[in-house]
């Protein structure tokens, strides 16, 4: 019976070993992941307020933010949400490490589709993008020329 009850005390001790280093990973893991949300916060606060200090309605109801380099998606998402945030289309242009530049267009309009605008070929009805003629001007155009034939609800 002394051998029966130390093997299960032992039993025990292994079971209570391996919930302590569940425990500990489970908090580095945590720990790791709150580190990462901050830093996924901070990326998006800095885009937005780039976007809405750079940024300008470069033709009637477009607002569009300029870089000089290209970005990742994840960037590349909070500085268009930034710029739908103050005009009904928001456009990203960015230039292109191979050469030319690329003009990104977004919306939270379900009215909208970005699909229907001239050059935009690329994406979903809500998020299109083209490849810049010039500086981009004429897509930009090309959006605001769209967007006045389009009906917004309130």
Same mark, same amino acid.
């Given at each position: 019976m002394a051998d029966g009850?130390?093997?299960?005390? #032992? %039993?025990? %001790?292994?079971? @209570?070993?391996?919930? +302590?280093? =569940? @425990? @500990?990973?489970? /908090? &580095?893991? &945590?720990? $790791?992941? #709150? $580190?990462? @949300? =901050?830093?996924? /916060? +901070?990326i998006a606060e800095e885009a937005e307020a780039f976007a809405l200090e750079n940024g300008s309605e470069e033709k009637e109801g477009v607002f569009v933010v300029r870089l000089n380099a290209r970005v990742d998606n994840r960037v590349r998402k909070h500085y268009l949400m930034a710029a739908e945030s103050k005009c009904p289309i928001g456009a990203l242009f960015e230039p292109d490490p191979a050469g030319g530049a690329w003009v990104t267009a977004a919306t939270f309009h379900k009215e909208i589709d970005l699909a229907l605008v001239d050059g935009f070929e690329g994406g979903r009805s809500d998020y299109r993008f083209a490849r810049a003629i010039g500086n981009g001007v004429q897509n930009i155009e090309a959006l605001s020329s769209y967007l006045k034939g389009v009906q917004l609800s309130s």
């Open positions: 009850l130390k093997a299960d005390l #032992d %039993g025990q %001790g292994a079971d @209570a070993a391996a919930a +302590s280093a =569940a @425990a @500990a990973t489970l /908090r &580095s893991f &945590s720990a $790791e992941i #709150d $580190e990462m @949300a =901050a830093s996924a /916060r +901070s």
